[in-house]
C-alpha cells in the first residue's frame, strides 16, 4: 500500500480543493482563502500562490510574528458515487510571504511544514517533514480522475465482472447483488471500486495490480490483466 507520506504528497500535488487556515482569521470568505495554486519545494515546504487581497497573504506579509496555519485539503471521488469525499490531509507550519515569485494580483506563500496529517480510505496516520520531503506522489495523480471517469462512462459491464473476483466475499450471484460498482480511487498497486447493493449498503473492494505500475502504459497493461482475470 502507499505510505502516509506519499498518499499526503499525492493529496497535496493533486486537484484537490483546499484552503489556507490561519487561527483568528475570519474564514467566513472561504474563497480566498483558497490557492489558486500550490507546489512542494524541495525541502519539504509548500508554495501556495493566493489572491494578493487574501487575509491570508495580510497576515503573512504584516503581522510582527510568522503566522502559524494549516493547509486542509479535501480529496473528492471525481465520479458519481455514495460518499464521496475519499480522504482529507492537514499539513501545518509557520507562513511566510515570497515577493516576486507571482503574476499581478497575486503573491506566493510559503508553508514551512512542520507536521502532516492524512485520514483517508486507507486509514489516519500522522505524517513527519522529513517523511513528507523525502515521498514522491503517485505517478498517476495527474491521469487519474480522466482514467476513473473513462471507466465509469465505458467500461461497466467489465467493473460489473470484477466482483466474480470477490468469491465467497461477494456473498452472493454478482449481478444480482451488485447492481452498481463505480471505481473510486486508482494508485500504482491497484484499483478500488465502490459495490452498491439495490438496498442501499455500500463496501468498497481494492484490487491490487502484479506489480506497482510506474505509467499509464504499464497501466493498461495491468487493467488488461485484471480483467482478463474477471472474465474467466
Do not use: K
Not at 57 to 82: F, G, K, M, N, Q
Not at 221 to 228: G, T
Request: hydrophobic letters at 40%.
Amino acid at each position: 500500500m502507499p505510505s502516509a507520506a506519499e498518499r499526503t504528497r499525492t493529496l497535496v500535488q493533486n486537484t484537490c480543493s483546499s484552503v489556507l487556515l490561519v487561527p483568528g482569521l475570519d474564514e467566513a470568505d472561504s474563497v480566498r482563502l483558497m490557492p489558486v495554486a500550490r507546489s512542494v519545494g524541495p525541502d519539504g515546504d509548500l508554495f501556495l500562490e493566493l489572491p494578493a487581497d487574501s487575509p491570508v497573504v495580510r497576515a503573512a506579509v504584516h503581522e510582527d510574528d510568522v503566522p502559524t496555519a494549516v493547509l486542509e485539503i479535501t480529496d473528492v471521488a471525481p465520479v458519481s458515487v455514495p460518499h464521496r469525499v475519499r480522504g482529507r490531509a492537514w499539513v501545518s507550519g509557520r507562513l511566510s510571504a515570497v515577493p516576486g515569485m507571482s503574476g499581478p494580483g497575486r503573491m506566493m506563500l510559503r508553508l514551512e511544514t512542520e507536521e502532516a496529517y492524512v485520514d483517508d480510505l486507507w486509514g489516519a496516520q500522522e505524517v513527519g517533514p522529513e517523511e513528507f520531503r523525502d515521498a514522491e506522489p503517485d505517478p498517476l495523480t495527474g491521469y487519474e480522475t480522466e482514467l476513473l471517469q473513462h471507466l465509469h462512462a465505458g467500461h461497466g459491464e467489465q467493473l460489473v465482472s470484477l466482483c466474480g473476483l470477490l468469491g465467497e466475499r461477494a456473498g452472493g450471484p454478482c449481478p444480482a447483488r451488485l447492481p452498481s460498482v463505480v471505481p473510486l480511487a486508482l494508485d500504482r498497486y491497484g484499483l478500488r471500486v465502490r459495490l452498491c447493493e439495490a438496498g442501499g449498503r455500500c463496501y468498497d473492494a481494492r484490487f491490487e495490480f502484479p506489480a506497482p505500475v510506474r505509467d499509464v502504459v504499464e497501466l493498461r497493461q495491468a487493467m488488461y490483466a485484471l480483467f482478463e482475470a474477471a472474465g474467466h
